[in-house]
C-alpha cells in the first residue's frame, strides 16, 4: 500500500521545513509513505526547500494556478506515481501531520 501526501504550495519556503518534518514517515499498514510538493507558481525557494526537506517528488507550476488546479496537477501525478491512497495538507502547518495515520487508518 502506497500512501502519498500532497502538499499543494505557494511562496511556503518560511512554512514548508515545519510542515515535512512532521510528516511521519513510517505509518503502520503502509507500504510506502512519499510526499509530493506541489509549487503552484511560487516566487521564493519553495521548490527548492521541499526537496532540502525531504519532499520525495516536486511539481512546478511555472505560474500561479490557484488551489483548484494545484490539488488537480497533484492527484494526477500522485495516481502516475502509484499511489493507492492520497492524502492532502497545508503548507502552511495548519494541520498537524502527525495526525496522518489516524486519518487513513480506516482505509487500510
Given at each position: ?62 505560474s500561479n494556478k490557484g488551489l483548484a488546479a494545484a490539488f488537480q496537477t497533484g492527484i494526477d501525478a500522485a495516481l502516475r506515481l502509484g499511489a493507492d491512497i492520497i ?22
Amino acid at each position: 500500500m502506497k500512501l502519498i501526501i500532497q502538499i499543494p504550495a505557494k511562496d511556503e519556503e518560511e512554512h514548508l521545513p515545519v510542515v515535512l518534518r512532521e510528516i511521519p514517515r513510517q505509518i503502520p499498514g503502509v507500504d510506502k509513505v512519499e510526499i509530493l510538493v506541489i509549487d503552484d507558481g511560487s516566487r521564493d525557494r519553495t521548490s527548492e526547500v521541499a526537496i532540502a526537506h525531504g519532499a520525495t517528488h516536486v511539481v512546478r507550476h511555472v505560474s500561479n494556478k490557484g488551489l483548484a488546479a494545484a490539488f488537480q496537477t497533484g492527484i494526477d501525478a500522485a495516481l502516475r506515481l502509484g499511489a493507492d491512497i492520497i492524502v492532502n495538507t497545508d503548507a502552511d502547518n495548519q494541520y498537524p501531520g502527525d495526525q496522518i495515520p489516524a486519518l487513513v487508518a480506516p482505509i487500510l
